[in-house]
């Protein structure tokens, strides 16, 4: 059976996903969930590929077929074929779907290589990963994560709002777990994909210590119900090229006194250890190459829209449209440039791995935030108006009316019919629901972008840029 085939068989496991106030109990047959579950069982079957497959998968210790996600890269050029890996899976959906070329899995074994950096303040830690990276490594599972907290009142703390259980805590421990009460947001692609990780995405304080876990859980998770947003997804592939095929459903995790087992509870309400765990290189950097990775096959898609955009009218000789065009490759080779530094300037650690290296991934990360916002603007400046004249379907240029529309719907270099495919992809980027939901992701997926690159700031090395400064001017 194909990878794709397997993953499909395990979406109907029973899990709680609710759209439009009902449950979906057949995902891969919804039509608002059936064109997204089609594209990623056909991207996991690129590892069955003779070619491809073997540029994804790497051979495990028991003799498993894995993904190169899953990697413990012991040689520099490991983190080089980690890349090349996750360009081919980014690609695949041309960047617009963020969860399911690994950068999760990424930081599971991010986890697992730095098992035992938090054993004296959590001693099941160590155990725990170590038997959970092998469990969804050698089943190929998909990942992804929910982390912010539910926005009922952002002028306090979770734990100033008493017993309204927003956001996740522990009800009551059991001899078989914890159980948990509240909600957690959001978990792009948590509908279709096989596990959750559930930890805080901001810092915890001393005082929200019952906020501050971190564990997995499975889908189908008893006591667990996915809440979908408004489905973004078309039946019209046509005409909607990207939101029939890509629509990365959002859900927002709400857990009813879910018991979640010893064994996949990886923190127990610990803030210090939580926060020394997310601003561990070892334990997010592996998640974050991926991240990198992704952002430029996205950037580049936008690049590639927008130079046929020009070309389709004949904008591409003024200067102030080469200028921007211009800005577009900029980007793409800001970011790319920054994507190779990290790995040939990766760093052999005392636990014998490769790391690449962190200030290029966070740079291209944070820059990221800005990019893509700036891409989608170029977008539009170029099409202008062009974008709402397009038919209502691409069928009407072959109906009745079809003769008379050609002249009208053309481009300087091609046909009513491929100009108005163009404009179809474009507005799904640029205007659509699914577009406007991307540049949102975008933005806040990493949390407040202050934050983000406040954290950068403060992990800076400035020593030296100061220690030289001050010697010729101190």
């Excluded at 948990?180 to 959750?196: F, H, N, P, Q, S």
């Excluded at 006194?257 to 765990?277: M, S, Y």
Aim: charged share 25%; net charge negative.
């Amino acid at each position: 059976m194909s990878s794709g085939k397997r993953y499909i068989e395990r979406l109907n496991d029973g899990r709680q996903v609710w759209l439009n106030g009902e449950w979906v109990k057949d995902l891969p047959s919804h039509p608002d969930f059936r064109g997204t579950v089609a594209s990623i069982a056909s991207i996991l079957d690129l590892q069955d590929d003779p070619d491809i497959g073997p540029q994804l998968t790497f051979e495990t210790e028991t003799g498993v077929k894995a993904n190169l996600a899953y990697l413990i890269p012991t040689e520099k050029e490991d983190n080089i074929r980690r890349g090349h890996s996750f360009k081919i899976w980014s690609d695949a959906t041309f960047g617009v779907m963020s969860r399911v070329a690994g950068s999760y899995r990424s930081q599971i074994t991010g986890l697992y290589i730095n098992r035992n950096f938090i054993n004296q303040e959590q001693p099941h830690f160590a155990e725990r990963i170590e038997n959970y990276f092998k469990y969804v490594r050698d089943n190929d599972l998909l990942i992804t994560s929910a982390g912010h907290d539910p926005q009922v009142d952002r002028s306090k703390l979770a734990h100033d709002l008493g017993d309204l259980y927003t956001a996740v805590r522990i009800v009551r421990e059991t001899e078989d777990g914890i159980i948990v009460r509240g909600a957690k947001m959001i978990a792009t692609g948590g509908a279709y994909l096989d596990e959750i990780i559930i930890s805080p995405l901001a810092k915890k304080t001393a005082a929200e210590k019952e906020y501050a876990s971190l564990f997995v859980i499975p889908a189908n998770n008893p006591g667990v119900y996915q809440i979908s947003r408004e489905s973004f997804a078309s039946q019209q592939e046509e005409d909607h090229p990207l939101s029939s095929r890509y629509d990365e459903m959002d859900t927002v995790i709400v857990f009813d006194d879910a018991l979640i087992p010893w064994e996949r509870v990886l923190v127990k309400e610990d803030p210090d250890t939580l926060w020394k765990l997310r601003t561990d290189h070892v334990s997010n950097g592996f998640g974050l190459h991926e991240i990198v990775v992704r952002l430029v096959s996205k950037l580049e898609f936008v690049t590639a829209v927008a130079v046929e955009l020009a070309e389709s009218i004949n904008i591409t000789k003024f200067a102030h449209v080469q200028e921007k065009l211009a800005e577009l490759a900029f980007q793409v080779e800001s970011v790319k440039a920054l994507w190779y530094s990290s790995e040939h300037k990766s760093t052999l650690h005392p636990l014998g791995v490769w790391l690449p290296s962190k200030q290029e991934l966070a740079t291209a990360k944070n820059l990221g935030n800005k990019y893509y916002p700036r891409a989608i603007e170029i977008l539009q400046q170029l099409s202008g108006s062009g974008m709402l004249q397009v038919p209502s379907r691409l069928d009407d240029l072959r109906g009745p009316l079809g003769p008379k529309l050609q002249k009208y719907y053309r481009g300087s270099d091609r046909s009513a019919e491929e100009r108005g495919k163009l404009l179809k992809l474009s507005w799904e980027l640029v205007g659509s629901q699914l577009g406007a939901r991307h540049e949102l992701y975008e933005r806040f997926y990493a949390g407040d972008p202050a934050r983000t690159f406040a954290v950068q700031f403060l992990d800076y090395d400035k020593r030296e840029l100061i220690a030289k400064a001050r010697a010729k001017f101190g």
